[in-house]
């Protein structure tokens, strides 16, 4: 089984859906589940192969490579199932909108052309690839129209940007050791100067760092994520921006190599901890810009941002604990905020479009499904045991207070904590609390949409109780790195200072929980009242105004609102509004007078011989 | 040599008609002026001291003739000049018909 | 073994046959430039394999080389022709229905006697003769500007026409300069003899010819004219100017300084001046609300990358320069005749009158998409290939100044994109008032979608042209194999 099958099957799955389209909706719908979820399989056949095939050399006989490994399949395996999760919810969500084929065709291509990312064994065709997502990503993100085009500028215009100092490290490369291929270039990096490789570091940090959210980059994620139609919000948050962090992955430890990168540096302030202290920025300011959020998709965008720190941490530090904890944490957020971003989209359907936090409410027994995926989500991101965030984050709190980066150990706690508040705000303004007049008749989501959600529950839970599963897959790709092996076993990790095993936390917890039922049935009764039964000291509740989730956190929000004013974002407007005016200015030497016009060219001849006598002269 | 003097010197009292005068008339004489120099020019480079006209003809073999080559190119320059001063002087006349001026600081509605 | 002396004679004797057919038919007459630029079109596909071997030369009179005028045909001239002869065949099979109210016999005269006045300078090997032609080439242009006879066409068809006189009379004056110098006319001739004058009076007329070549060729300082004659021309004819006109300059400019002055002392020069076009060009353009003047803007923006690309003077730049040329061709040319009917059913020419007419124009508006995704340089569409090789040229001669100067193409490549975009959006996501689907006519659609397939195709697989790429490029740079092949 070649490797190029995948391409063909996605590349080729999306422009069939989009024609099957054009003559039955239902079967397109039928057709687009099937190829992405065929996708995973295909995927899942490629499990512990290293293959690497040259697929074309039609550009410039340049060699294009196609390679898989444990990263890429690891990647990818996360790629497709969000893939095909999110088409499966899109079946509902979008099924009274207009221009469907458009989403589902571009949909698939930002699935396919993902994969392509992973899968790119040379560096020419992982700059196509990711420039191929990133427009196919701005065209689905201005789809909703409205506010959403000027986020789809902002975003598209970030990431050419990005892309600008990609390919000038690609080319440097190129440059110095002949070749686009990636294990070459990791071959022949290695005698580089450390001049060199700060060089091609940054270049591809800022690329990556911007497509990733990192803290100076993040501007362009709460607009773009908030405004994209909601399954695509999921694909975006869960995998789009991950893909930073495979090319964070790449550059450190597969081209420049664990030795050099973790060497770089003078003295205390090595490179890699300058990172982890950008990751850090990166979890506590978005974090709590995020508790101030009314928006729930914009709420969810900017804890995506704060999660990245987390990853960007765990990458950086260059322990094998924390490259595990780092990968573990970009899959479990792939899960959970994907999660989460369907629940909300769910909400978001059956009330016909509300995200405003301060006007829902109560809908918990409306929407039972939904509720238990929002609150495995919610217990995921903040890192409960029994949840898979626990593990990674566990993971990364170990590494961090071993090594003894107090400071660091305390903003990701900080981070933690903001996550608490932020999601405690968004579960109970929308589930819990008192059901508003206007949302008694939402029913409950429909089955297409509850599917991916009891899946991604189930998975993250699974996770949370046998985390040894990715974690094997986790250490095979850190010591492929050059890291040391940690001993991994299904319920855990077993390390010097403590054994973390999430079966006999399981135990526990379970037999804690049969505790309490017993007690509950022996001990004191209950009665059952309805949700609109609220508690009012002995007069009536009105229904509708006694909803306390509007201006939720206020003095704490008014407390810490001075300091979160995104200066960053300030800063890039102004440099976009100080560029239009330079052009304005630059336009008008066109001055529409014929004299000016052949004053130029008699000028530009009298330059010319002047500049070349000059030149002689010299 | 004194004919480069006076073909630059037509060159250089074109370009200037045509950088600085308005009305449109006197830059389309101050190209005719320009184009005329430029011929000159041409035909001076192809001058033989003392030659006479490149024409073959029984007895003519032992004399001294002018280069025939810059005439050559010179008549086809003078048809181009001719061309583009027809074509421009049409122009001129449409635009006088839109604008009702031919003065070209007024004619600026393309700018920017 | 078909003489390339067809690729000129046949369109010129059917451009002046024209009026003869018109006494027959009056419609006949807007069928005869398909009919001569597939002619073309063929015969220059059949010619190129041959020119892989070594340029093809014909002696026209009889004479032998340097004395004769010859047409010279190598690598580099015979792709330009077949660009020429594809775009404008498709561009003449669009005018079919976008001209059919307002083209009489003289639009179909001029239109053919633009693309002989290119195909004449690309294919010759005389400097007078490339001067001849070249003229050809101008003076249809400034007609064919002001055709339509509105206000802003006559108007940039005589400022136009002032500024590529001045700029036809400075290359005489060169060409003049030169025969005094060397006493011949002939390209491989000068060429050969280049090194026997000192390099500093090369200066003079290389300054002249430079200058006259790069008003046509729409060099910074000397491309007032083109924002507005590529605006208020007909879109059929923008898409001709757009695409080729400016290539033809370009190309002229390549034969001089390459093969005819090959002074190395230029080329950092030319690089600068390629980016100051390509930045001044962009900027100018993101701030529009014209359509085309956006895009005639930036179309000198392209000349600046393409020029860069041409400074840059070593295998990859060259390359990638000339590619340029033919992904420009193919792309402005597309997204001229994408513009022309999505004006024409607005009826106006503001971009904000673009808003929602990807739903009523739908095939018109995905081809304006490709063909400004592919401007922009996003893979998989051909600019993407040609901006590639020109970064790749740029950044492999490890110098630090041409490193900033790719630095800038790219900033530029972002400010390209930006405004691009924006209009993409406009058109695709923006709400417009609610009429019925009515696309253009599939005579019109037919050529933007052979378009939209080509530019598709090479950019997945620029194999196809990168042979042509590679020789043309060798050519230039080593200027030897052309004079051997003339003069023998």
Not at chain 1, 81 to 88: K, M, N, R, V
Not at chain 1, 99 to 104: E, P, Q
Not at chain 3, 61 to 84: A, E, H, K, R, T
Not at chain 3, 128 to 138: A, D, K, M, Q, Y
Request: with cysteine.
């Amino acid at each position: 089984m070649n490797l190029e099958i995948l391409l063909i099957a996605a590349f080729g799955g999306s422009f069939l859906t989009y024609f099957l389209g054009k003559f039955s909706h239902k079967v397109r719908d039928g057709f687009a589940v099937f190829i992405s979820s065929a996708l995973v399989v295909l995927v899942t056949f490629f499990y512990d192969k290293q293959v690497s095939i040259n697929y074309y050399s039609g550009f410039f006989d340049l060699p294009f490579i196609l390679r898989i490994n444990t990263l890429s399949w690891f990647f990818a395996i996360t790629i497709a199932g969000l893939g095909a999760l999110s088409i499966a919810f899109s079946l509902s969500y979008m099924k009274e909108r207009k221009g469907t084929n458009f989403y589902y065709l571009i949909m698939l291509l930002v699935n396919a052309s993902m994969l392509g990312i992973v899968l790119s064994g040379d560096l020419v065709s992982f700059y196509i690839f990711w420039e191929i997502m990133s427009w196919t990503a701005f065209l689905l993100i201005s789809y909703n129209r409205g506010p959403a085009i000027a986020a789809g500028m902002k975003y598209i215009v970030m990431s050419l940007a990005g892309s600008i100092f990609m390919l000038i490290g690609i080319f440097s490369l190129y440059a110095n050791y002949g070749t686009f291929i990636i294990p070459e270039i990791g071959a022949g990096i290695a005698s580089a100067s450390s001049g060199f490789i700060l060089f091609i570091l940054i270049m591809f940090i800022i690329a990556f760092g911007i497509k990733n959210a990192v803290w100076p980059f993040h501007t362009w994620l709460p607009p773009a994520h908030s405004e994209a139609p909601s399954p695509f919000s999921a694909v975006l948050s869960g995998i789009l921006i991950k893909m930073g962090s495979y090319g964070f992955l790449l550059i450190f430890y597969v081209i420049v190599g664990m030795n050099l990168f973790l060497g770089l540096g003078l003295g205390r302030f090595s490179f890699n901890y300058i990172l982890c202290w950008v990751g850090a920025i990166t979890i506590v300011i978005p974090t709590f810009t995020a508790m101030l959020q009314n928006d729930a998709k914009k709420l969810l965008a900017w804890h995506s941002i704060g999660q990245m720190g987390y990853i960007i941490i765990g990458i950086s530090l260059g322990t094998s604990l924390g490259l595990a904890g780092g990968i573990f944490h970009f899959f479990n957020h792939a899960l959970f905020k994907a999660l989460l971003f369907l629940t909300v989209a769910a909400v978001e359907y059956r009330t016909r479009g509300v995200r405003d936090l301060n006007s829902l409410g109560g809908l918990v027994k409306k929407m039972p499904v939904t509720f238990i995926g929002v609150l495995v989500g919610a217990l995921a991101i903040i890192g409960v045991p029994l949840t898979s965030g626990f593990v990674s984050k566990w993971l990364i709190y170990k590494t961090l207070i071993l090594d003894g980066y107090s400071f660091l150990a305390f903003a990701a706690f900080i981070g933690t904590w903001g996550t608490l508040l932020s999601f405690y705000k968004l579960v109970h303004n929308m589930f819990l609390g008192q059901l508003p007049e206007k949302y008694k008749d939402v029913k409950k989501a429909p089955l297409s949409m509850q599917v991916p959600i009891l899946i991604l529950s189930g998975v993250i839970l699974l996770f949370g109780i046998l985390p040894g599963i990715p974690l094997k897959v986790i250490n095979e790709i850190g010591t492929s790195f050059g890291f040391e092996s940690l001993n991994v076993n299904i319920g855990g990790i077993a390390s010097e200072t403590g054994t973390l095993n999430t079966i006999n936390i399981l135990a526990v917890i379970a037999v804690a929980a049969i505790l309490i039922w017993l007690f509950l049935r022996a001990g004191a009764k209950s009665r059952r009242v309805t949700q609109e039964d609220s508690y009012g000291a002995g007069l009536s509740v009105p229904t509708d105004k006694y909803h306390y989730t509007v201006e939720f956190y206020d003095p704490f929000s008014r407390m810490i609102k001075p300091y979160l004013r995104d200066v960053i974002d300030d800063f890039y407007n102004w440099i976009a509004k100080g560029a239009q005016k330079t052009f304005d200015h630059i336009r008008h030497l066109y001055t529409g007078d014929v004299g000016h016009y052949a004053i130029y060219i008699i000028l530009f001849l009298a330059f010319l011989i002047l500049a070349s006598f000059g030149w002689f002269l010299l | 040599m004194i004919y480069y003097i006076g073909a630059f010197g037509l060159v250089f009292i074109g370009l200037y008609i045509m950088l600085t005068k308005r009305n449109l008339i006197k830059v389309l004489i101050g190209l005719n002026i320009l184009d005329t120099g430029v011929n000159l020019f041409l035909i001076s480079i192809g001058y033989v001291g003392k030659g006479t006209a490149p024409i073959f003809s029984r007895g003519s073999e032992q004399v001294l003739m002018v280069d025939p080559v810059p005439q050559a190119l010179v008549l086809t320059a003078i048809v181009i000049g001719v061309a583009v001063l027809a074509l421009a002087l049409s122009l001129a006349i449409m635009l006088h018909k839109h604008y009702g001026t031919l003065n070209l600081r007024k004619v600026k509605e393309q700018r920017w | 073994m078909v003489s390339p002396v067809l690729l000129i004679a046949v369109p010129l004797g059917l451009a002046f046959a024209i009026p003869l057919f018109g006494f027959i038919s009056k419609k006949i007459s807007k069928y005869i430039p398909p009919v001569a630029m597939l002619f073309n079109l063929i015969l220059s596909l059949m010619l190129m394999p041959s020119t892989l071997k070594g340029p093809i030369v014909v002696s026209i009179g009889g004479w032998n080389p340097p004395f004769c005028i010859n047409l010279v045909v190598d690598s580099l001239s015979i792709l330009f022709s077949v660009l020429i002869a594809l775009v404008g065949f498709l561009v003449s099979i669009y005018a079919l229905d976008y001209m059919e109210k307002k083209a009489t016999e003289k639009y179909h005269i001029l239109y053919l006697l633009l693309l002989v006045g290119a195909t004449g300078v690309v294919l010759t090997g005389d400097i007078f003769n490339l001067f001849v032609f070249f003229e050809i080439l101008c003076i249809s242009s400034y007609a064919l500007v002001a055709y339509l006879g509105d206000k802003a066409g006559v108007e940039s068809g005589i400022k136009y026409l002032i500024q590529g006189s001045i700029g036809s009379s400075l290359i005489l004056i060169g060409i003049g300069i030169l025969y005094g110098m060397f006493g011949s006319l002939n390209i491989a001739d000068i060429a050969s003899n280049i090194n026997s004058i000192g390099s500093t009076a090369l200066l003079i007329p290389l300054a002249l010819l430079v200058t006259g070549f790069g008003v046509e060729g729409a060099i910074f300082p000397l491309n007032a004219w083109l924002p507005d004659a590529h605006s208020s021309a007909p879109s059929s004819i923008s898409a001709i100017l757009s695409g080729i006109a400016i290539g033809v300059g370009v190309y002229a400019l390549t034969r001089v300084i390459f093969t005819l002055f090959g002074v190395s002392s230029i080329f950092p020069f030319l690089a600068i001046l390629g980016v100051l076009t390509l930045l001044v060009g962009e900027a100018s353009a993101f701030k529009q609300n014209n359509l085309k003047r956006m895009l005639a803007y930036s179309s000198t923006g392209q000349i600046g990358l393409i020029v860069f690309g041409l400074g840059i003077a070593n295998y990859h730049g060259v390359a990638g320069g000339l590619f340029q040329v033919v992904s420009h061709g193919l792309g402005k040319s597309l997204l001229f005749m994408a513009a022309g009917y999505m004006i024409y059913r607005t009826g106006s020419m503001d971009i904000s009158a673009l808003k929602g007419i990807g739903k009523k124009m739908p095939l018109t508006s995905i081809a304006f998409t490709i063909g400004a995704f592919s401007l922009i340089g996003l893979p998989p569409f051909a600019g993407f290939a040609s901006k590639f090789l020109i970064i790749q040229g740029a950044l492999l001669k490890q110098d630090a100044l041409f490193f900033v100067l790719a630095a800038l193409v790219l900033l530029a490549t972002v400010i390209e994109g930006a405004y691009f975009l924006k209009v993409c959006q406009i058109i695709h996501f923006k709400e417009g008032n609610n009429q019925k689907k009515k696309d253009a006519p599939l005579v019109a659609l037919i050529p933007m979608f052979i378009l939209v397939s080509l530019i598709i195709i090479i950019g997945i697989y620029p194999n196809l042209v990168s042979d042509f790429l590679n020789s043309a490029a060798s050519g230039l740079l080593d200027k030897l194999a052309y004079i051997e092949g003339v003069l023998g």
